[in-house]
């Protein structure tokens, strides 16, 4: 029995015994229960990854290599941690009457529903069941966004649905596509949509067809990654939904849809002799950077502000894929990983602060250090990790991004400084008052859970000094993969 | 031209003036009938134009040449298209003139016609029903162009004859192109022979009418010319369908025995059509007068699918 | 019998394009629920006919997964949620429906053009029908935006899905057994939280308007 088994059915059964009993007390312990074994079988993997190598799990339907290992761990710790910010915090909720037992079943069990979705993505070879785990993921967080079962809650729950929805379904048809053009050279069976053995033969497959697989597998993965224009949807879930989720989907949804979309890339530089894959997450991704600095300097709600953010990182990651080469790539997985780090553990502080002030309106939000220093150190420190400040992590990468860019593409440097620079004074502006203004607020009922805050900001420090040297072998070999 | 060929066209002309009211009396008999109402004789269209020949014709005043000489241009037109298509047999020394965009002017010519002559006498239902009939028409000529377009694209010729003749003696295929093509006729046919859910043949109320109102003022063997021109374009709108989507039964040039057999064919495809006519009519309600626009962008659409699909699925 | 096997598939891909476009033409919003499950037939149709033809018995499963949920199961639900939420009409769209028929023939314009150079590259017998899937596809998409209330949303998403179903079977002689497995209970799940929202929304607008779902826009 493989540790594979382990690390998608603990998820699966704590969905099943979280939906029966989730409304109970207890049930904040024991979804951390779950989270924890989860994690503890991806560290049992990982291990076992870094002994041996990359491998096949039953019968290759399942393959681990340098690319997903490090998310796959990522995905399990981050949902480990977040399940211990979620205790807390959903407490407070349940005591402010915004969460009924029904809801704490549904919120728990598809937390844990959520995390076996992601897993799944990361780790399985098929290209079909990928994309089954996408659109599973896509339910799941849908349901947690509509929690609360305000009217704004129900509205973003309802734009996420139809735009994702669309996309996902525009992915399909890529699939679709890329099956097709699969079956010319492998024969019509299940093993056709395999990414290993599609990429063993992707220079041998049809440059027309997957042109245009690739053009539909981007807008809709794109669409889950945050890809201006189909950003839409990104704003309104993350600040109508509890912040455990909005946590959980800057973490480590949009890095699997990411994820998503290197796969395919992969086959496509093999399949096309033309840089069009890389141009295509280039321009988009700059794109991106650009719209989302903008329209983060104009925002009053604190967690629209740090889903701009988001949209403005992961813009980023997919133009340092897009240049591609060793370095861009080597920093867009490095991003990547901290950029999940850091956010979410901005997450967490925001969303203690707002509970402390009751709105998540910055104007409402004051000196977060008088009331509640650690809360307040957390998010200052967060902030600056995420714009860049050394020595944290961001920095690095977005370093050797910048750098690449001015070697490579020195047309793109001038948008992304503009575009940093408008992001980097926007949220300060906004940050400083929230953090050190004059206020009158009194301390929470139950004291916040900021442990899992500092081991973030704590591993993204380290990361940004010194990368240990498996994380750094499957950084290179990832990268190598990825070519460029 | 052949001895066969003329006495072809002649038989046509014969059997188009004869059959059209017949075949007008035979939908109204129908409709009656699903509606569960005791239905007019079958010869009914008959003996009203009897009897609108024998009386004596009543012009307005300021009636000008135009208003007399339009139920004769009408009727002339409506003949001409019945012979031109091809009905009974694909030999006719008209033929040259069949090309389905002409028929079409020939169509247009009449509308027309009745348009200004509706406008001339200056009613104000005239002017109504004149402007709703350009409003029609301006919408149901491209779709019907299209359909035809859909149906010589098959043929590779807008010849009626020749597309007649390559459907008919083709083997059997299934060309989804003209199923939907089809569709758009019989939307198409509808709205310019005015029945439901278009324009309601019976009705003379002043928010419904289309036809009715551009033909009140006419009287006598004017009025009678104009109904029989009005069961001719029926007729003809008729063959024009059987003869692009079901064309068998059609006979060939230098073939007696077909020519024959053709004239009970066509009665019989005529018979059916008539009764699924009177299906339709009765199981529509009459749309509002802004909605017909809709209908007829929707049939155009449907003939634009048609051509498209041609193209797509290459059926030759 | 069998050389009228393409024939036959193009028939059902003209069907579906026709059923696409009266989709969007179509106000009544039960009529629009059954030309769906008509669409699903006629999809059904096809997938069992070319798994005659192909000799390929994954065919018929993945022709009885469609005709259990999208012809049966779904459309039943869908009258169920309109009969309690009381929608019947949407009079409204956003843009009217004469200018909706011209965009819809320039989508499948575009569609057609996109796929004419695929198609033939296709080892299927239909492989024709990938333009047609692809202009479903995109008139599915169009009605979603167009529209303004939460039903025929739903149902131009479910139409997509059929669109897209129809693109693998017709252009791959369908997908693998587990993934089109995967698909259905998606888009199944997927139908059933849409049903709750509807139930919410209504209960928090009185309406299933989505006008009232514009609130939360850039400041």
Sequence with gaps: MHVLFFVLGIPLTGSLVLGFTGHRDVARNINVAFSFGTFLACCILTAQIIADGPVYVWDQQFFIDPLNVFLVTLTAFVGLTTSIFSRPYMRVEQDHGKMTPPRMRLYHGMYQLFSFTMLLALTTNNLGILWVAMEAATLTTVLLVSVYRTAASLEAAWKYFILCGVGIAQALFGTVLLYMAAEKVLGPHGATLLWTSLDAIKTQLDPAIITLAFAFLFIGYGAKVGMVPLHSWLPDAHAEGPTPVSAVLSGLLLNVAMYAVLRCKVLTDGALHSALAGQLMMGFGLLSVVVASFFLSRQKDVKRMFSYSSIEHMGLITFAFGMGGPIANFAGLLHMTVHSLVKSAIFFTVGHATQKAGSQFMSEIRGLIKVNPTVGWGLMLGVMAILGMPPFGIFASEFLILTTAMREQPWATPFLFIALGVAFASMLVRVLPMVFGVTSLKPLAHPPALLPVFIHLGLGLVLGLYIPPYLNHWFVQAAKMLGG | ?316 | MIKFVPQLINLFATLILMLSFAMISQRRIATLINIFAMQGAALVAASILLGYATNQPDLYVSAGLTLALKVILIPWLLHRVIRKLNVRWDVETLINIPTTMLVGIALVIFSFSLALPISRLSSSMAGGSLGIALACVLLSFMMMITRSKAVPQVIGFLSMENGLIFAATTVTNGMPMIVEFGIALDVLVGVLILGVFMFQIREKFDSLDIHNLEALKED
Aim: hydrophobic share 60%.
């Design chain 2, 1 to 316: 031209m052949s001895i066969l060929g003329l006495i072809s066209q002649l038989m046509a002309i014969v059997v188009a003036l004869v059959l059209a009211p017949l075949l007008s009396g035979w939908v109204n008999q129908w409709r009656a009938r699903l509606q569960n109402k005791s239905a007019p004789g079958l010869l009914q269209p008959y003996r009203v134009l009897r009897k609108l020949f024998n009386k004596e014709s009543v012009l307005a005043e300021h009636a000008s040449t135009l208003f007399r000489m339009t139920p004769y241009i009408v009727f002339g037109c409506m003949l001409l298209a019945s012979a031109i298509i091809p009905t009974l047999s694909t030999d006719l020394p008209l033929s040259p003139a069949a090309d389905a965009i002409a028929l079409v002017g020939l169509f247009a010519l009449a509308r027309v016609f009745i348009s200004l002559a509706a406008m001339d006498v200056g009613t104000a239902f005239g002017s109504l029903g004149a402007r709703r009939e350009m409003l029609v028409g301006f919408l149901a000529e491209p779709a019907l162009l299209m359909v035809l377009f859909c149906a010589s694209m098959i043929s590779r010729s807008t010849s009626l004859t020749t597309i007649v003749e390559t459907l008919a003696h083709r083997e059997l295929a299934i060309y989804p192109s003209l199923l939907v093509a089809g569709v758009a006729f019989t939307m198409v046919s509808l709205a310019e022979n005015a029945r439901v859910p278009v324009d309601n043949p019976d009705t003379h109320l002043e928010l419904t009418m289309i036809h009715e109102a551009m033909i009140l003022e006419y009287s006598a063997r004017h009025l009678a010319l104009i109904e029989w021109a009005a069961s001719l374009k029926l007729f003809a709108y008729s063959c024009m369908g059987l003869a692009l989507f079901f064309p068998w039964g059609v006979a060939q040039a230098h073939a007696p025995l077909e020519l024959l057999l053709a004239l009970p064919v066509l009665v019989i495809k005529l018979a059916i059509g008539g009764v699924l006519l009177a299906f339709i009519e009765i199981a529509s309600a009459k749309m509002r007068i802004f909605r017909v626009p809709e209908f007829l962008a929707t049939a155009f659409m449907l003939a634009v699918i048609g051509l498209l699909v041609n193209i797509l699925l290459g059926v030759a």
